[in-house]
T-cell receptor
Framework: DTGVSQNPRHKITKRGQNVTFRCDPI?????LYWYRQTLGQGPEFLTY????????KSRLLSDRFSAERPKGSFSTLEIQRTEQGDSAMYLC???????????FGSGTRLTVV | AQTVTQSQPEMSVQEAETVTLSCTYD???????LFWYKQPPSRQMILVIR??????QNATENRFSVNFQKAAKSFSLKISDSQLGDAAMYFC????????????FGKGTKLTVNP
């Protein structure tokens, strides 16, 4: 068990480009979450999967954002037509049971220039 | 919607001393979970301690303990015998026991530990 893995660690992209991030959860965890964290703020919920089903999406997740979790394993978060306001740390977390806390990954820091 | 408020943007403590970080929350639910997470600089977020709302007994994990006051909707974190490695951002978080599984975070408290 190597914890929650996120790739890449850092991404710099030009405004208007598409980016995709990957998250590999702890293998036995069926729940997977994406959060966004901007400087000086707590993480904000984006979306949640239980196995391969996307069960909840935040209103923060605009049409430019899409997430998938094929086969209930790893997950990808794609941002299309990036904007400067998308610059943030994108955190992935996984969990086995509702009563447990999450295990977070180290995050992907996105900078849109 | 649930909200979590951390009223102390920054706190400092002397090494080996005790510090308490405050957290209040707003909810109409009766069953939920509360968490404290630690985020060291440039490192991943780590779960420090969790509390089930139905349990009256305050949770304790080694040097970390909470004071859970359900009626007052207060959930403070006490760190005893503070160590240099405790320096980090601390986030209080709320999670419903039914319905939404998302964590709602406060804005965090930056803890500095002085040698």
């Amino acid at each position: 068990d190597t914890g929650v893995s996120q790739n890449p660690r850092h991404k710099i992209t030009k405004r208007g480009q598409n980016v995709t991030f990957r998250c590999d959860p702890i293998s036995e965890h069926n729940r997977l979450y994406w959060y966004r964290q901007t400087l000086g703020q707590g993480p904000e919920f984006l979306t949640y999967f239980q196995n391969e089903a996307q069960l909840e999406k935040s209103r923060l997740l605009s049409d430019r954002f899409s997430a998938e979790r094929p086969k209930g394993s790893f997950s990808t978060l794609e941002i299309q037509r990036t904007e400067q306001g998308d610059s943030a740390m994108y955190l992935c977390a996984s969990s086995l049971r509702l009563s447990y806390g999450y295990t977070f990954g180290s995050g992907t820091r996105l900078t849109v220039v | 919607a649930q909200t979590v408020t951390q009223s102390q943007p920054e706190m400092s403590v002397q090494e080996a001393e005790t510090v308490t970080l405050s957290c209040t929350y707003d909810t109409s639910e009766s069953d939920y979970y509360l968490f404290w997470y630690k985020q060291p600089p440039s490192r991943q977020m780590i779960l420090v301690i969790r509390q089930e709302a139905y349990k009256q007994q305050n949770a304790t994990e080694n040097r970390f303990s909470v004071n859970f006051q359900k009626a007052a909707k207060s959930f403070s974190l006490k760190i005893s015998d503070s160590q240099l490695g405790d320096a980090a951002m601390y986030f209080c978080a709320y999670r419903s026991a039914g319905g939404s599984e998302k964590l709602v975070f406060g804005k965090g408290t930056k803890l500095t530990v002085n040698p």
